[in-house]
């Protein structure tokens, strides 16, 4: 059957006209060419079967073809196994794909860009074109931007992104995580109205972000008329945790040990942020300021893959309220030597 013309618009085979629209309009403004200037090729490969798709399937003549004969039919190729065209004597030419994309927003969003000198060619008029003839590429240009009074080359303005707050807890910055988003936005149908429309996302966390790292979710806010779609960002936020804090690639915890222990020795037991439970033996004297560093042992550094780094325990030892004559004896004996 060739090309699945449905599958290329992502919709289904008793999609209606609003359905088809719709589907283009995300799926043109997503791979336009100027859109994607790294990766112009493939982008306009794309770009031109969407293009293609939603001709076919707008056009009910060409649909009913399709639908019976498939893409060899419909472009006059012998279908498999067939010598002859299915469709006989019906040859669709794919039209070129930025007449279809500048026809239906009626200006573009981008300017002029790769594909704009094809576009004004075909645009010329010499009594064939669709569009009438309009006397040359000077008045095309003009017919083609007048509708929003901007001249030659004019650019839709983007609508501010939208930030939301993405609360993490230290494990899931630590192991990395997914989370499921249902959005909610208002996007503009075939014929300019604002309706509501909801959707999943998926964002997935990697070990290592930092608060304030940011995920970005192009064209994903409300559209209103006149401007292309903002963009939906979700800021990563830190949660407090009960044990340690974050800093930088380092992970803190302040333990409080007994002025015995700071003398004599001691261990300090702790569960990782992945669940490990590790038991530090404190062998030095603990003094005011002490810290000690374990190596490896904080957070990934995700620049750096399979580097983390360290785990700093800060001590805050506590001082008996009170010594009998006894112990203050003995202590004196014993630090006095």
């Known amino acids: 059957m060739g090309v699945d013309y449905y599958n290329v618009l992502k919709v289904n085979r008793k999609a209606t006209d609003d359905d088809l629209k719709k589907a283009y309009r995300r799926l043109a403004m997503t791979w336009h060419p100027d859109k994607n200037p790294g990766n112009k090729q493939e982008a306009e490969a794309k770009f031109k079967q969407i293009s293609e798709a939603y001709e076919v399937l707008s056009d009910p003549q060409k649909r009913a073809v399709y639908d019976q004969y498939g893409e060899e039919g419909l472009k006059g190729m012998p279908a498999p196994g067939s010598s002859s065209s299915a469709a006989n004597d019906f040859i669709f030419n794919p039209r070129n794909a930025e007449d279809i994309f500048a026809e239906f927003f009626g200006s573009s969003p981008f300017g002029f860009g790769s594909m704009g000198r094809a576009k004004s060619m075909r645009f010329q008029g010499d009594g064939g074109s669709i569009f009438g003839s309009f006397g040359g590429t000077e008045n095309v240009f003009r017919s083609y931007n007048e509708g929003v009074g901007a001249g030659m080359g004019s650019q839709l303005r983007k609508a501010p992104p939208v930030e939301s707050k993405l609360p993490c ?169």
């Open 169 to 337: 807890s230290l494990e899931d910055l630590y192991t990395g995580s997914t989370r499921k988003m249902k959005i909610s936005r208002s996007v503009l149908d075939s014929s300019g109205r604002l309706v509501p429309e909801s959707e999943i996302l998926t964002i997935e966390i990697k070990p290592g972000w930092k608060k304030g790292t940011k995920i970005t979710f192009p064209d994903k806010g409300n559209e209103q008329a006149n401007l292309l779609p903002a963009d939906l960002v979700f800021v990563i936020d830190e949660k407090p945790h009960e044990v340690y804090k974050r800093d930088g690639n380092d992970l803190i915890v302040n333990q409080k040990i007994s002025l015995a222990e700071a003398l004599g020795g001691t261990s300090v037991e702790l569960t990782t942020l992945d669940g490990r439970q590790l038991s530090i033996p404190v062998t030095d004297v603990v003094s005011p300021g002490f810290e000690l560093v374990i190596a490896k042992e904080g957070m990934p550094i995700i620049r750096e893959p399979g580097r983390k780094g360290n785990l700093r325990i800060k001590f805050e030892v506590k001082f008996p309220s009170r010594l009998t004559p006894e112990q203050r004896a003995g202590l004196k004996r014993i630090l006095g030597s």
